[in-house]
């Protein structure tokens, strides 16, 4: 069985600090997603990421695929109220189905 | 475009019960699929479909039936409700490596 583990669970910090989230596997992914969800909807795709190594980058946050394409880092630079949610990684796999890990609940106080 | 739309958004269903949760898409996506999510475990995936006619399982399928006639619709039909179904059930479409959400049904059984 394929896991993504996510670390932290749970996040609270003050507006302006960083972060970093990560998503680590075992198992080697073709590509993979963070997504971003809001109490009530779906989750919203960030980034999608698919060579070893890529960093992208999107505003404040820093997107990274390790070099074996089996882990993830997000950063997020001098975090905003307006940067709270659900933040989930997701795996390829086989080219059809994806694998997502339980999520990092970011909460940043004003 | 409307992208991923589901209905209803809340149901609440007796032990035993059956139903059907409707998805559609206007992408023109091949590829769709259904998750369920639960507190600290994420999106599971129940069933997918790389296009009109093909369906599949996913990582939990048991008591979920899918069925694909068209490329918009996707709908899932539980057959018999249990309380181990409560949980929030979104489906998504995809192009390539990026997901689209719809906006999830919550489902209480009793």
């Known amino acids: 069985t394929q896991l993504l583990e996510q670390s932290p669970q749970f996040l609270s910090i003050q507006e302006g600090e960083n972060l970093t989230v990560y998503c680590n596997s075992s198992?080697?992914?073709?590509?993979l997603q963070w997504y971003r969800q809001e109490p009530g909807e779906g989750p919203v795709l960030l980034v999608t990421v698919v060579t070893g190594g890529e960093v992208k980058k999107l505003k404040r946050l820093t997107f990274q695929f390790g070099d074996a394409r089996k882990d993830s880092s997000l950063h997020i630079t001098a975090a905003q109220t307006g940067d709270t949610g659900l933040y989930l990684c997701a795996g390829g796999v086989g080219g059809f189905k994806t694998i997502f890990g339980a999520g990092t609940r970011l909460f940043v106080k004003a | 475009n409307a992208g991923v739309t589901q209905t209803p958004k809340f149901q609440v269903l007796k032990t035993g019960q059956s139903m059907t949760l409707q998805c559609a898409q206007d992408m023109n996506h091949e590829y769709m699929s259904w998750y369920r999510q639960d507190p600290g475990m994420g999106l599971r995936l129940i069933h997918y479909?790389?296009?009109?006619?093909?369906?599949d399982q996913g990582e939990v399928p048991n008591g979920y039936n899918v069925s694909r006639s068209t490329t918009e619709d996707f709908p899932l039909r539980l057959l018999s409700a249990a309380p181990s179904q409560t949980s929030v059930y979104f489906c998504?479409?995809?192009?390539?490596?990026?997901?689209?959400f719809g906006p999830g049904t919550r489902l209480t059984v009793t």
């Open positions: 998504a479409s995809k192009k390539q490596y990026e997901q689209y």
């Open positions: 479909s790389v296009g009109a006619g093909i369906t």
């Open positions: 198992s080697v992914f073709s590509s």
